[in-house]
C-alpha cells in the first residue's frame, strides 16, 4: 500500500506541470523561481548534516566555510570537495594533539 502511494505521488508530481502547463512561462519572477528550486532543494537536503558528518562540529564548520569560501571563488565541484575535507582533516587531526 504504502509503495503504491508513494508511486502516485511521484508520478502526480512530475506528470500535473507537463499536462497543466503547456504555454510558456513568461513571468520573468516564476521562471527565475522555477530555476533557483533545485539548488534550494539540494542544500536544504545537505546542509544539515554537513555539521554532523565528523562527528565534531568544528571540524565540520572549518570544512563548511572552506567549502563556501572555494565555491564563492568559482573553484569546481571537485575542488571544493577537496578543499572542504582536507580543512575538517586537519582541524581533527590538530584537535587530536591538543
Do not use: D, H, Q, W
Request: aromatic residues 12%.
Amino acid at each position: 500500500m504504502y509503495i503504491a502511494v508513494m508511486a502516485a505521488v511521484t508520478y502526480l508530481v512530475r506528470m500535473l506541470p507537463l499536462t497543466l502547463i503547456r504555454k510558456k512561462i513568461k513571468s520573468p519572477f516564476i521562471r527565475s523561481f522555477l530555476y533557483y528550486v533545485p539548488f534550494a532543494a539540494l542544500a536544504a537536503m545537505i546542509f544539515p548534516s554537513v555539521f554532523t558528518a565528523t562527528g565534531n562540529v568544528a571540524s565540520s564548520t572549518v570544512g563548511c566555510a572552506a567549502a563556501i569560501i572555494a565555491a564563492y571563488k568559482k573553484k569546481t565541484l571537485t575542488v571544493v570537495a577537496a578543499i572542504a575535507c582536507i580543512s575538517a582533516f586537519c582541524v581533527e587531526l590538530v584537535m587530536r594533539v591538543i
